[in-house]
Nanobody
Framework: QLRLVESGGGLVQSGGSLRLSCAAS????????MGWYRQAPGKQRELVAI???????NYADSVKGRFTISRDNAKNSVNLQMNSLKPEDTAVYYC???????????????WGRGTQVTVSS
C-alpha cells in the first residue's frame, strides 16, 4: 500500500520561510505528478503547486515568485520551499501523488494526511 508522509509545517511570522517535504513509501512503477494543495478554514482545497514527470512546475498565482516546488525521483519525494509567507498562506497543506503503483495498471491518486502551516501577522 502506497503511503505519503509529510513533514515541515509549523508556525512562522509573516515574511518568514518554511520547507515542506513529502515522501512516498511503497513500490511505484511510475509517478506522473506530485503536488501540494492547501485548505484554509471554511474554504475549498486549492492547488498550490504541481510538478510533472518532465519537471516543469505550475503554481497558483497567489504563490508565484514565493514558493518553489521540487521533486526527487530517486527518493519519490517532493518538497515545497515557501518564502515571504503571508497570513493568508495559513492552511493545512496536503501532498498529492498521481502514480501507477506496482501490481496495478491504472493511475491512482494518493493524499497525505496534511500538515498545518500557520503564518502570524
Amino acid at each position: 500500500q502506497l503511503r505519503l508522509v509529510e513533514s515541515g509545517g509549523g508556525l512562522v511570522q509573516s515574511g518568514g520561510s518554511l520547507r515542506l517535504s513529502c515522501a512516498a513509501s511503497g513500490s511505484i512503477n511510475y509517478i506522473a505528478t506530485m503536488g501540494w494543495y492547501r485548505q484554509a478554514p471554511g474554504k475549498q482545497r486549492e492547488l498550490v503547486a504541481i510538478i510533472g514527470s518532465g519537471d516543469t512546475p505550475n503554481y497558483a498565482d497567489s504563490v508565484k515568485g514565493r514558493f518553489t516546488i521540487s521533486r526527487d525521483n530517486a527518493k519519490n519525494s517532493v518538497n515545497l520551499q515557501m518564502n515571504s509567507l503571508k497570513p493568508e498562506d495559513t492552511a493545512v497543506y496536503y501532498c498529492n501523488l498521481n502514480a501507477v503503483p506496482a501490481g496495478i495498471l491504472n493511475f491512482q491518486s494518493y493524499w497525505g494526511r496534511g500538515t498545518q502551516v500557520t503564518v502570524s501577522s
